[in-house]
T-cell receptor, first 114, second 114 residues
Framework: ETGVTQSPTHLIKTRGQQVTLRCSSQ?????VSWYQQALGQGPQFIFQ???????GRGNFPPRFSGLQFPNYSSELNVNALELDDSALYLC?????????????FGPGTRLLVL | AQTVTQSQPEMSVQEAETVTLSCTYD???????LFWYKQPPSRQMILVIR??????QNATENRFSVNFQKAAKSFSLKISDSQLGDAAMYFC???????????FGPGTSLSVIP
């Protein structure tokens, strides 16, 4: 069974640029959620994708957007990067039939915005 | 709105001893789940234990157990026979049934002293 993978592991961008982060779900998981984890804090829910559609969103502006593909892999896009976007971005997948929606996390992408 | 609070930013425990990490939560939902996640320095978030709110019996996973007090909205994690590998950030989290948005607390950093 393949776990959740994310790429790249680290990324440095400058303010105003755009970034795309990628995630491959754990085998058999059709739901993907993205979280932002600032240094020293708990993860904050950005949004969730199920069957290629956004299915829930946290308190993040529209410049945070995403995609889910038929193979359940996913992308997180952030436009007009700001310094405060510097964080660890975590992708998590879950099973449709799991009522608890237990999140299985990837290793994360560390984004630094200069 | 769901909230999760962890009042202990840092804890330490002697190897082989027992430690309890505290968590309180607030939710208006009747059908919800509670989780403890561990994030070691390598940063991959790992599920430690989960509790269904409708179950009165406290969940147990090997050396890890919870004390779930529903009326008090308290969900503490007890780690018995602490090992060096238990050193990590521990996050308490709450999620609604069948909905992927999981709310995390700010975390407790656990150190294990040899």
């Amino acid at each position: 069974e393949t776990g959740v993978t994310q790429s790249p592991t680290h990324l440095i961008k400058t303010r105003g640029q755009q970034v795309t982060l990628r995630c491959s779900s754990q085998s058999g998981h059709n739901t993907v959620s993205w979280y932002q984890q600032a240094l020293g804090q708990g993860p904050q829910f950005i949004f969730q994708y199920y069957r290629e559609e956004e299915n829930g969103r946290g308190n993040f502006p529209p410049r945070f957007s995403g995609l889910q593909f038929p193979n359940y892999s996913s992308e997180l896009n952030v436009n007009a990067l700001e310094l405060d976007d510097s964080a660890l971005y975590l992708c998590a997948s879950s099973l449709e039939w799991d009522r608890a929606k237990t999140q299985y996390f990837g290793p994360g992408t560390r984004l630094l915005v200069l | 709105a769901q909230t999760v609070t962890q009042s202990q930013p840092e804890m330490s425990v002697q190897e082989a001893e027992t430690v309890t990490l505290s968590c309180t939560y607030d939710t208006s939902e009747s059908d919800y789940y509670l989780f403890w996640y561990k994030q070691p320095p390598s940063r991959q978030m790992i599920l430690v234990i989960r509790q269904e709110a409708y179950k009165q019996q406290n969940a147990t996973e090997n050396r890890f157990s919870v004390n779930f007090q529903k009326a008090a909205k308290s969900f503490s994690l007890k780690i018995s026979d602490s090992q060096l590998g238990d050193a990590a950030m521990y996050f308490c989290a709450s999620g609604q049934a069948s909905y992927d948005k999981v709310i995390f607390g700010p975390g407790t950093s656990l150190s294990v002293i040899p």
